[in-house]
């Protein structure tokens, strides 16, 4: 199976749509949000939340939903990535709740050789997310740096570094 592609393999206009989704648990935010220190009642406070804000239950911290959607990607947008240049834009459009399922897809929407090296280029990507019920929650834009076909094959092809197993 493939794994990311290479800056050939990029179309302007394709959509890639990824697979499987996620049921986002309260668990999943709960040790998003300790990891990263949002302890922000909306999102940890079930009480708070029902009680004082208009969503009236927990809302999943957004940078959950960003990196989950990010993650999901990667197989299809940047698993061959020299780097990630650029979030160029990132909405959270729609709140994320426990139990809901994320899924997401990616556009490209340009790419570009790159002027200084001859075997990679850039790839302008635009990554939307969305509920079960086809709601939008997040969209981002960001620009990876992608190797050429070239680039992959001196080091390595397909799985670079990967060992034999030994007899």
């Not at 979030?87 to 709740?97: A, C, D, N, Y």
């Not at 340009?110 to 079960?132: A, F, I, L, N």
């Amino acid at each position: 199976m493939q794994f990311g592609r290479y800056y050939e393999e990029f179309e302007v206009g394709a959509v890639y749509k990824h697979w499987p989704g996620k049921t986002v648990t309260e668990y999943d935010d709960h040790l998003f949000c300790l990891l990263t220190m949002n302890h922000h009642p909306l999102h940890l406070d079930a009480n708070y939340a029902g009680n004082t804000t208009d969503f009236g239950k927990n809302v999943v911290v957004g940078n959950y939903v960003y990196s989950l959607l990010l993650g999901m990607s990667v197989p299809d947008v940047s698993g061959k990535a020299i780097a990630n240049l650029e979030v160029e834009s990132l909405r959270h459009v729609k709140p994320t709740f426990h139990g809901d399922t994320i899924y997401g897809e990616t556009e490209v929407l340009d790419k570009t050789p790159s002027k200084s090296k001859d075997d990679r280029g850039v790839v302008h990507v635009e990554t939307r997310g969305y509920k079960q019920d086809g709601t939008v929650v997040c969209i981002f834009r960001r620009k990876v740096m992608v190797p050429k076909r070239s680039y992959g094959e001196a080091r390595g092809g397909e799985q670079p570094g990967r060992p034999e197993p030994k007899a």
